[in-house]
């Protein structure tokens, strides 16, 4: 089974400091990674994600990400925090079986920005 | 209307009451979710279409029932509903259910208050 972990379920940065949000995962064969965000009272958009080919990912509002197989990571960076980046940040991967492919997503990491 | 839209966006509802969700995705995909979203919990998987078939129920209670009369509704039907139901239920569609990128387009969510 496929597995996610966020480490820190809330995080605070100050206004133009580098944003770094943990993720780990555990997965039995190669994974798909994907990070959702979550503005308040809306659904969950997706940033970025990680199929196959070069490890770091570039996305959306300036967001990256980083594929480490050798420590199951992928952590999403972003070098100057926004005031409108404050949101919910979640992790998820792609559990492959039986010819679906099901998302299994943290619990979910909390970015406050701090002015 | 674009993308993932869903109706109505806030619900109370008593115990004893029998209440519909309505999700629409204007997108031309063939999969449809519905996801629980509690408090401090990662992100539930209750039902799965793909192509206008259940493919899979996430061991939820019977109280909840869906209902995918074409690829581009999806319908949650409920009746008979507990306190700990209260959650936001999230709306997603993606392409298909076999694609191995998977992507997840999501509505803004119902939140649901049971009395």
């Known amino acids: 089974a496929q597995s996610v972990t966020q480490l820190g379920s809330h995080v605070s940065v100050s206004e133009g400091a580098l944003v770094l949000l943990r993720c780990n995962y555990s997965s039995s064969v190669p994974p798909y990674l994907f990070w959702y965000v979550q503005y308040p009272n809306q659904g969950l958009q997706l940033l970025l994600k990680?199929?196959?080919?070069?490890?770091l990912v570039k996305g959306i509002n300036g967001f990256e990400a980083e594929f480490k197989k050798s420590e199951t990571s992928f952590h999403l960076t972003k070098p100057s925090a926004h005031m409108s980046d404050a949101a919910e940040y979640f992790c998820a991967v792609v559990a492959v079986g039986a010819g679906s492919y099901q998302l299994t997503f943290g619990k979910g990491t909390k970015l406050s920005v701090i002015p | 209307e674009t993308g993932v839209t869903q109706t109505p966006r806030h619900l109370v509802m008593g115990m004893t009451n029998k209440k519909s969700l309505k999700c629409e995705q204007h997108l031309g995909h063939n999969a449809m979710y519905w996801y629980k979203q509690s408090a401090k919990k990662p992100l539930e998987l209750m039902f799965v279409y793909n192509f206008k078939e259940q493919t899979e129920n996430n061991s939820v209670p019977s109280r909840f029932s869906p209902e995918c009369p074409n690829s581009s509704h999806l319908f949650l039907h409920l009746h008979t509903l507990q306190p700990e139901d209260s959650a936001l239920y999230l709306c997603?569609?993606?392409?298909?259910?076999?694609?191995?990128?998977?992507?997840?387009?999501f509505g803004p969510g119902t939140r649901l208050t049971v009395l």
């Open positions: 990680y199929t196959t080919g070069a490890t």
């Open positions: 997603a569609s993606s392409q298909d259910r076999t694609s191995e990128y998977n992507e997840q387009f």
